[in-house]
């Protein structure tokens, strides 16, 4: 089209190929971009020789070469522009003459009193006189077609934000046909405050890996995250820190970022697309095979999840991750978090939907046959599951508080004792997936969910009074009060019975009954003091796996408890594992005996 219009005459092969190698931006409509790779394959000093010795018809340029090797060495986008256009040869020599190169781009297009578009240089403002003869609407392509031979190329080496124009055309190519992944992901979901979304970057355009023999439509996804509120630096910073620091580890269950960017104004953050979360994996496997591979494979996951964890606990941030005046919940309370705590790295939001599975991790050496598990969307202290924030209204966030610790809805200070929580629950799904199925999963959820019961609660004259408590929610604790109205919390009892459930089952093995204790004695505790921290439960998991994988008896063989009797207060309503570390309203500590401290690392 332009060619026939522009040039009329001479050769058409060079801009033809590059309207050719063009590929569809699918982050802006009627956008294009030509990857690098062809604009060097196509673009070389004999090709330019060539466009000028064609066009050049007045005979200007009296070295065809020498401008040819200027227009490679300081020009080759700019000619590239100008060629896509079908100036190429007929307009690099005004160029090479006024000193118009690479460095000068991107140009602007501005509007002067005759409304005729004008081209001129960002750095000092000057309007360019090599497009005076132009026609206006030429230097209106100019400023468009610019943007489509401009196209960024990631570095995974430099982590630091990189700040776009709102013109600039992001090599991203749709991967919406054939969904995110053979597993069926969808292609863009909301996650609270942001958006994630598949796409397949151009292979040319980054170094997060290197497969020379993977064509172009099977590389590796990528997945982008939006933060939906502009401009929010803050927030940025908090989770670009702590995926910087914890980056150098490369350990095998964390996520790596691989490059992070600012475009129209939101921040955005790119990292290797998994074939599926937890969740998805869950679902997609709702009979998993009961025998050795998958038992050690889920174990080995777990234990790599805990020591996750206490990477993240462990390291120390520059930046406060206390959010100023606390954190807004949805029921107008706020969450503070633990003095002392503000400086230390937690996760605040540890759910299924926020560990992913990749089937392959490629930068990761030795991948189990099953996969990786790797722990993303870190909250940072925003706590994000149950945060309400000035510009996004908490009711329509797609996160869920059932996996918080009971000091949310006690208005206690937080800590890195909140992730312990949820991980115990994680588990505690994980070990119905192993032994029941997905559709388990559900039911304990049901279980956990909205019904009537009755439980003992003692006052301040240690009394027993048997109440009613409605559970509306899916919480893994209930809230309990007292008649002088003091709130405190108990392992929910549908738990209780669900954990016994587990323990009886005809497939349950010594490994699986060790790690319900390790759950219910030292994790699912209501009080956050009580709680291991992560650097005992990653050793505590350890040595599950360590004793597992020399023990084939212990990972695998059935060994069911016995059914125990009704406990003496089964008539009110609660039974008993006979276990230490699960405590009722009627065992539970009173004001008048605090719980023993445990400090959570």
């Known amino acids: 089209m332009f060619a026939t219009q522009w040039r009329g005459t001479g050769r058409e092969e060079l801009d033809q190929k590059l309207r050719d190698e063009r590929i569809k931006s699918c982050e802006q409509e009627h956008a294009y971009f030509i990857p690098r790779d062809k604009q060097n394959e196509l673009i070389t000093v004999s090709a330019i020789e060539d466009e000028i010795r064609d066009e050049d018809i007045e005979r200007k340029c009296q070295d065809p070469g020498g401008c040819a090797r200027w227009a490679h060495q300081h020009a080759k986008q700019l000619f590239t522009i ?22 000068d781009l991107p140009l602007e297009a501005v509007e002067k009193r005759t409304r005729a578009k004008k081209l001129r240089r960002k750095s000092d403002k000057k309007v360019l006189p090599a497009f005076d003869d132009w026609m206006d609407d030429h230097r209106e392509d100019f400023a468009r077609f610019q943007w ?15 700040e776009f124009l709102d013109q600039t055309v ?26 994630v979304t598949a796409y397949r970057i151009h292979s040319a355009h980054h170094n997060f890996w290197s497969l020379p023999s993977v064509s172009e439509d099977h590389q590796p996804l990528v997945a982008i995250k939006k933060l939906l509120e502009t401009d929010n630096e803050e927030e940025y910073e908090k989770e670009r820190s702590i995926l910087v620091i914890l980056g150098p580890y490369k350990h095998p269950n964390l996520i790596k970022l691989l490059a992070t960017y600012r475009l129209k104004r939101h921040y955005h953050f790119i990292f290797p697309c998994a074939q599926a ?16 591979v998958t038992l050690l494979w889920s174990l080995r996951q777990m234990c790599g999840l805990a020591s996750a964890l206490e990477l993240i606990h462990t390291f120390k941030t520059t930046i406060d991750l206390k959010p100023p005046g606390g954190v807004l919940l949805d029921d107008d309370s706020k969450l503070e978090v633990e003095k002392g705590e503000e400086k230390y790295g937690r996760h605040g939001d540890i759910k299924p939907e926020n560990i992913l599975w990749f089937k392959q991790a490629l930068d990761i050496k030795e991948v189990d046959n099953m996969g990786v598990l790797q722990i993303t969307d870190f909250g940072l202290g925003r706590f994000h599951g149950r945060e309400s924030r000035s510009k996004v209204d908490p009711k329509t ?22 992730d312990i929580w949820s991980m115990a629950c994680l588990y505690l799904e994980f070990a119905t997936w192993l032994l029941e199925g997905t559709q388990a999963i559900h039911d304990f959820g049901d279980a956990r969910g909205e019904r009537r ?16 408590t409605i559970i509306n929610d899916d919480n893994f604790f209930t809230i309990l009060r007292d008649e002088n109205n003091l709130r405190s919390a108990v392992v929910r009892e549908a738990v209780v019975q669900w954990v016994e459930r587990l323990h009886i089952h005809s497939n349950c093995s010594k490994m699986l009954h060790d790690l319900l204790d390790l759950v219910m004695d030292d994790l699912l505790r209501p009080y956050s003091s009580q709680r291991i921290n992560s650097t005992s439960l990653k050793k505590k998991m350890r040595t599950i ?52 401290p445990r400090s959570p690392k």
Not at 170 to 195: N, V, W
Not at 277 to 292: A, I, K, S, V
Not at 403 to 415: G, N, R
């Open 170 to 195: 992001l090599p991203l190519i749709d991967a919406s046909d054939e969904g995110a992944s053979d597993e069926g992901i969808p292609q863009m979901k909301l996650a609270g405050f942001s958006t």
């Open 397 to 418: 966030v797609n996160a869920t508080p059932t996996y918080e610790p009971p000091e949310c809805k006690l208005e206690k200070p937080v800590s890195r004792a909140y």
């Open 545 to 596: 796996l360590d004793k597992a994988e020399s023990n084939p008896g212990y990972l695998l063989k059935p060994s069911p408890r016995p059914t125990l009797p009704p406990s003496p207060s089964s008539a009110a309503g609660q039974r008993s594992l006979s276990r230490k570390g699960v405590r009722f309203a009627e065992t539970w500590p009173t004001k008048n005996s605090p719980p023993s």
């Open 277 to 292: 979360n937890l969740r998805n994996f869950w679902e997609m496997r709702q009979y998993p095979t009961f025998d050795g």
């Open 82 to 103: 100008l060629c896509y256009m079908g100036k190429g040869g007929k307009c690099i020599y005004q160029m090479y003459m006024d000193g118009i190169s690479d460095n």
């Open 148 to 162: 489509w031979v401009l196209v960024p190329k990631f570095d995974k080496r430099d982590l630091k934000c990189r």
């Open 453 to 468: 019961e009755p439980f003992l609660i003692i006052n301040d004259k240690r009394h027993t009074i048997v109440r009613d």
